[in-house]
């Protein structure tokens, strides 16, 4: 019922700051909490943040403070601002959906490559 298209990765240098977009199709989108992981070489698929419909954020600890996850139910779009990035922020970022009634994201999208330099 969802699909979901990342974009705004790239190449960034230590400090700096880039903004994340996920798009999402489906007529449900407002119903669903929202979230981002990331993947980084030779490591699992970790929990970033999500957002809930009602726009209450959460955050990993290692993103808390420097990360902030938005959305805007009118585009059917999720963001994620990322400041003070460091290196060990570089991975695939994938953005996922899940429905108010489920612990599980059903919907993924294809990731988008953020890498951060020293």
């Known amino acids: 019922q969802v699909q979901l298209v990342e974009s705004g990765g790239g190449l960034v240098q230590a400090g700096g700051s880039l903004r994340l977009s996920c798009a999402a199709s489906?007529?449900?989108?407002?119903?669903?909490?929202m979230g981002w992981f990331r993947q980084a070489p030779g490591k699992e698929r970790e929990f970033v943040t999500h957002?809930?419909?009602?726009?209450?954020?959460f955050y990993a600890d290692s993103v808390k403070g420097r990360f902030t996850i938005s959305r805007d139910n009118a585009k059917n779009t999720v963001y994620l601002q990322m400041n003070s990035l460091k290196p060990e922020d570089t991975a695939v970022y994938y953005c996922?959906?899940?429905?108010?009634?489920?612990?599980?994201?059903?919907?993924w999208g294809q990731g988008t490559q953020v890498t951060v330099s020293s």
């Open positions: 957002i809930t419909w009602s726009g209450t954020p």
């Open positions: 489906g007529r449900t989108f407002s119903s669903y909490t």
């Open positions: 996922a959906a899940r429905g108010v009634a489920s612990n599980q994201y059903a919907y």
